[in-house]
Nanobody, 114 residues
């Protein structure tokens, strides 16, 4: 079984940067893809970025060129570096780990003020 704990959310001004971190514990050797999703009030949860065990990345269109995902397989960690933040990036960000099922963290709030 895998558990995920996120950290790094908060309040930041537009144009600023923030880094989210997620640590997996438990059976981390079963994890395939890891990623970050977000959900804004009244909207569906959407993919922000994902990364395979081999390091292949995928980004949502709205964050391409601004966000960078990275992971450390040995440590079971995944991070999201967010630059040039915009008010529309405001959401709860969830860490995701894919084994035979999807594992989710508890979420961390990011608020970007204009």
């Amino acid at each position: 079984q895998v558990q995920l704990v996120e950290s790094g959310g908060g309040l930041v001004q537009a144009g600023g940067s923030l880094r989210l971190s997620c640590v997996a514990s438990g059976a981390i050797f079963f994890i395939n893809d890891m990623g970050w999703y977000r959900q804004a009030p009244g909207k569906q949860r959407e993919l922000v970025a994902s990364i395979t065990r081999g390091g292949i990345t995928k980004y949502g269109d709205s964050v391409k060129g601004r966000f960078t995902i990275s992971r450390d397989n040995a440590k079971g960690t995944v991070a999201l570096q967010m630059n040039s933040l915009k008010p529309e990036d405001t959401a709860v960000y969830y860490c995701n780990a894919r084994t035979v099922i999807d594992i989710w963290g508890q979420g961390t709030q990011l608020t970007v003020s204009s």
